[in-house]
């Protein structure tokens, strides 16, 4: 008869040894893995905690950087300034600034400037909509 508990050879006379599924997956390397100790399991479950902890931060506070313990802040974040008011501190456009500020833009006429965006945008509308806004 045909069967797993017959003698018979499988895949042309090779005989599969213990390890091996009937699909030829080898399991023999899975057979001397250890399991894990419940001190193992216990750390793996607080370290996952952690991140868990962390990332949820994250989402909370995306602009909160940690402050490293063996720099002093104040060296860490020298070239960051502040400014007590954004739109009237003065401040040089082209001084070495951290790649975060070169999506501010510089306007020389921001009103006019506002308005012809707004115009075009109007424009656009109506182009889209066939009349209207």
Do not use: H
């Not at 008869?1 to 599924?21: A, K, L, M, R």
């Not at 001397?32 to 931060?57: F, G, I, K, N, Y």
């Not at 951290?98 to 501010?104: A, F």
């Amino acid at each position: 008869g045909e069967g797993p508990e017959d003698d018979e050879s499988v895949d042309g006379g090779i005989t599969p040894s213990v390890g091996v599924t009937d699909d030829g997956w080898d399991v023999s390397s899975n057979m001397t893995m250890e399991v894990p100790s419940s001190e193992a399991v216990a750390a793996e479950r607080r370290r996952r905690e952690v991140l868990l902890q962390r990332s949820q931060e994250e989402l909370e506070f995306p602009d909160e950087v940690d402050t490293p313990l063996e720099i002093p802040a104040k060296q860490r974040f020298a070239r960051y300034r502040g400014l007590k008011s954004f739109r009237t501190s003065t401040w040089d456009p082209y001084e070495e600034l951290p790649t975060e500020y070169s999506r501010i833009w510089e306007f020389e006429a921001f009103q006019s400037t506002a308005r012809v965006v707004r115009e075009q945008y109007v424009d656009d509308c109506y182009d889209l909509e066939g009349g209207g806004v």
